[in-house]
C-alpha cells in the first residue's frame, strides 16, 4: 500500500512561456537591475528512660547477641561492547540526518524566493500585475536573498562537519539495529533533494551576485543577463520541486 503523502511547504513552480517583447524590454520596462535599495522542634525518636533495674537486666551477653552485619556490594553489570557501539553510531547517523533535514529546509526557504522572484518577472510579461507591483516583489524577495544564502551554506557546511555514516553496525541488538536502518534510509533519501537544492540556490546566488555587479557598474548588459537567467530558472526551480514530491522518508 502506498504511503499517504505528507503535506509540506515547497517552492512554486514555475513556468516560462515564450512571451513576445519581455516587458523589460518595452519602452518603460523595469528589469531586476534597477531595484537595488537604498517554633520549638521536638525529635521524632521516642524518648526511653534508663532506671537502675533496666540497667541490671541487661547483661553482656545479651548486648552481644545481635550479630554485626557486614555491607555487601552489589557486582557491577557487564556492559556489552556490540550494544555500546551500536548506540553511538546511531547517536551520531540521527545528528548527521538532523543535518541534513536543516539543510533541505533552508534550501526550500531560498529557492522559494528565487522562484517568487523569477515569478514576478513573468507575471508581468503576461501583464497580471504591473511594472510597480513587479518591482516591490523583486524588492521584497531581493533582500531577502542574502540571509537566505547564508543559511544555507551555514547548514550545508554543519551537515558536512557530521561524520556519522549510519551503516550497519554487526550484532547490534535488534531495537538499535532497526532504528540505525531507518536512518540510514532517511539519510540516502535526503540526497537527491539536496542535490536539487543546491542548482537552485546557486542559481539564485548566482543572480544575486549579478545584481551586485550591476549595481557596481561592472556589467554591460544587466537587462540581458537577467533575460538569460530569467528562461533559465524553472529547470532548477521545478528540479528541486519534484524532488521535494518524491521525497518520504521514514523517521529517524
Known amino acids: ?25 518595452g519602452g518603460g520596462g523595469v ?7 537604498d517554633g520549638s522542634t521536638t525529635s521524632a ?7 537502675a533495674s533496666t540497667a541490671q537486666s541487661t547483661s553482656p551477653s545479651a548486648a552481644s547477641a545481635t550479630p554485626s552485619q557486614t555491607p555487601t556490594t552489589k557486582p557491577s553489570k557487564t556492559v556489552d561492547p556490540n550494544t555500546v557501539k551500536a ?28 522562484a517568487s522572484h523569477v515569478e514576478s518577472q513573468r507575471l508581468a510579461d503576461e501583464g497580471e500585475i504591473g511594472i510597480d507591483e513587479m518591482k516591490a516583489r523583486f524588492k521584497e524577495t531581493r533582500v ?20 556519522g555514516s549510519c551503516s550497519e ?12 536502518e531507518k536512518c540510514a534510509s532517511r539519510n540516502a533519501d535526503q540526497e537527491p533533494v539536496m542535490s536539487a537544492g543546491a542548482k537552485g540556490m546557486k542559481d539564485w546566488a548566482s543572480h544575486l551576485a549579478a545584481m551586485q555587479r550591476n549595481k557596481d557598474g561592472h556589467v554591460s548588459d544587466p537587462q540581458g543577463e537577467w533575460i538569460r537567467a530569467y528562461r533559465a530558472a524553472p529547470k532548477n526551480i521545478n528540479g528541486f ?10 523517521n529517524c
Open 87 to 114: 548506540e553511538q553510531a546511531l547517536k551520531a547517523c540521527q545528528a548527521k540526518v538532523s543535518a541534513g533535514d536543516k539543510v533541505i529546509t533552508e534550501a526550500k526557504t531560498g529557492v522559494g524566493h528565487w
Open 31 to 37: 528589469a531586476a537591475w534597477q531595484l537595488w535599495p
Open 45 to 51: 525518636q521516642p524518648q526511653t528512660l534508663t532506671t
Open 241 to 250: 520541486e519534484k524532488a521535494l514530491d518524491n521525497y518520504d522518508p521514514p
Open 1 to 25: 500500500m502506498a504511503k499517504a503523502r505528507r503535506a509540506k511547504q515547497s517552492a512554486a513552480r514555475v513556468l516560462v512561456p515564450v512571451v513576445a517583447g519581455l516587458v523589460l524590454l
Open 169 to 180: 553496525i554487526d550484532q547490534a541488538p535488534k531495537a538499535i539495529a532497526a532504528s540505525l
Open 144 to 163: 531577502l536573498g542574502p540571509g537566505d544564502q547564508k543559511r544555507y551554506r551555514d547548514a550545508v557546511n554543519a551537515y558536512q562537519d557530521e561524520d
